[in-house]
């Protein structure tokens, strides 16, 4: 076992198990702030899944065990914590009615089971060398917890401020995370940002972007992790939409065919 990038897997694994504790404490205590602590672990859980494959590619310590233990904590903390998450931000609200909570009970085991799928694929399907790690083939597991989850933050931002609109915000989270489910099985592309952005050479205005950007999102905390992950979750969908319907260039006369996934959906 390479011991360095098991750590940091189990530190995603962690944050995934505190972000299920703290949707419990918040539905026996009734306070609000545990939700929300839930949502921040969970988004926090990303920081450590992007560092461990990271890691054991630059170390050449990737091996069989690291990918099967990082898809099991993903399971925990991109599968199984959002979906508590949703199911009980819904049973919150007390007025609900029993079809409906049975609607949402059906949606959230629909995530998680969707993202069971999604990372077994995904570890069958990758392999270790960076070639694999370009893009994706469906929307990846953090990125759609990371929809779920941030959209929590500035729910309870505005209940706080307009409790009127808590009803349809609560009412929303179940929509967003059936999207994101289904997002998560299909065979829509999306890119590795992190590999197109910080990998080679780039010009010293990209690093005050990024500064800008991360500027931007200590600021608006409560909504700029929302509209960053709902954008990547979208982008996916749209550009399935341009390459399925908008006109290709024709194959220059001679050349061979080459089978394309691109438009395939499922």
């Known amino acids: 076992m390479a011991l360095l ?18 949707v419990g404490l918040a539905l026996d205590l009734d306070k609000v702030r545990y939700f929300q602590t839930a949502a921040w672990l969970i988004l926090a859980g990303m920081i450590f899944d992007a560092l461990d494959g990271f890691v054991a590619r630059m170390t050449k310590t990737a091996s069989s065990f690291g990918a099967q233990l990082d898809s099991l904590c993903d399971l925990v903390t991109f ?20 079809w409906w909570d049975r609607v949402v009970l059906a949606v959230c085991v629909l995530y998680a089971m969707c993202a069971l799928i999604r ?7 990758t392999t ?3 070639s694999s790690h370009r893009e994706f083939a469906g929307l990846p597991s953090p990125a759609a917890a990371g929809v779920v989850a941030a959209a929590v933050l500035p729910s309870q931002f505005i209940q706080a401020k307009v409790p009127d609109l808590a009803p ?4 929303a989270l179940p929509g967003l995370a059936f999207a994101a489910g289904v997002l998560m099985v299909s065979r829509v592309r999306y890119a590795h940002v992190i590999n197109r952005v910080l990998k080679g ?31 990547y979750a979208v982008m996916g969908p749209v550009f399935w939409l341009k390459r399925r319907f ?21």
């Open 119 to 125: 990372l077994a694929r995904f570890t069958v399907e």
């Open 79 to 98: 599968g199984v914590a959002p979906s508590y998450l949703v199911f009980a931000l819904s049973r919150s609200e007390r007025g609900a009615a029993e």
């Open 5 to 22: 990038p098991s750590i940091i897997t189990l530190g995603n694994g962690v944050c995934g198990v505190l972000a299920i504790f703290n």
């Open 128 to 130: 270790p060398d960076e």
């Open 168 to 171: 349809a915000i609560t009412a």
């Open 246 to 266: 908008l006109p290709r260039r024709a194959p220059a006369a001679g050349a061979v065919p080459v089978p394309d996934r691109s438009e395939d959906l499922f």
């Open 201 to 231: 050479n780039r010009p010293f205005v990209t690093l005050l972007e990024l500064v800008l950007v991360g500027s931007l999102v200590v600021i608006f905390k409560e909504f700029s992790f929302f509209l960053a992950f709902f954008g």
